[in-house]
């Protein structure tokens, strides 16, 4: 059983940064692969990043390649997304997602869900 937690979010301008964080309560956290998802006011959920269980290999949505960063401590049994340049169409609702398979960017694969942080970036 997994519990996940997301803070982080606000408003900033455009080009600014936020960093999010997903905090997990679970003793299996480490074996997880996670992702960040987001959902913008009448759009569709859309795959953000993604980070298998030991690091070693990240996923990045093409729209935010470059500018986001996604990383996790499990020690903390914490994942974090660095958003950099930050864009008013990265506006949305972010939320934190696990599985204990690999990372995809289905959100139906995923089991466990945060209740999601918002993000507004103002032009």
């Known amino acids: 059983q997994v519990q996940l937690v997301e803070s982080g979010g606000g408003l900033v301008q455009a080009g600014g940064s936020l960093r999010l964080s997903c905090a997990a309560s679970g003793r299996t956290f480490s074996t997880y692969s996670m992702a960040w998802f987001r959902q913008a006011p009448g759009k569709e959920r859309e795959f953000v990043s993604g980070i298998s269980w030991s690091g070693a290999r990240t996923y990045y949505a093409d729209s935010v390649k470059d500018r986001f960063t996604i990383s996790r401590d499990n020690a903390k049994n914490t994942v974090y997304l660095q958003m950099n340049s930050l864009k008013p169409e990265d506006t949305g609702v972010y939320a934190c997602?696990?599985?204990?398979?690999?990372?995809?960017?289905?959100?139906?694969?995923?089991?466990?869900w945060g209740q999601g942080t918002q993000v507004t970036v103002s032009s």
């Open positions: 997602a696990a599985t204990a398979g690999a990372v995809t960017r289905r959100p139906s694969e995923y089991t466990y």
